[in-house]
């Protein structure tokens, strides 16, 4: 099992930068896979980007290629999210979510909300 807890969000200008953390707490060495989602007021959570431990290069949806860089930190207990160049249609919660386990049983963290004014 696991517990995550996203940081890092607030209230950026169009063009500026964050980076988002989501601590990993429990059972590191049991997690196949982790990403970033976001939701946006009104629609539906989205994909943002994920990466394992395959050693398979990460994956970014169109949305974040080019602008955003995903990273596992020290001792895989911590996932980042570098979002550069933001844009106000980037303005979401977003979501840190683990894949866990032989089972593939799946964690989410609360959400930290990310605004970006135009």
């Known amino acids: 099992q696991v517990h995550l807890v996203e940081s890092g969000g607030g209230l950026v200008q169009a063009g500026g930068s964050l980076r988002l953390s989501c601590t990993v707490l429990g059972n590191v060495r049991a997690i196949n896979a982790l990403a970033w989602y976001r939701q946006a007021t009104g629609r539906e959570r989205e994909l943002v980007a994920a990466?394992?431990?395959?050693?398979?290069?990460?994956h970014y949806e169109a949305l974040a290629q080019g602008r955003f860089t995903i990273s596992r930190g020290d001792h895989d207990s911590i996932l980042y999210l570098q979002m550069n160049d933001l844009k106000p249609e980037d303005t979401a919660v977003y979501y840190c979510?683990?894949?866990?386990?032989?089972?593939?049983?799946?964690?989410w963290g609360p959400g930290t909300r990310v605004t970006v004014s135009s």
């Open positions: 979510r683990a894949v866990v386990g032989a089972a593939f049983d799946e964690y």
């Open positions: 990466i394992d431990g395959s050693g398979e290069p990460p």
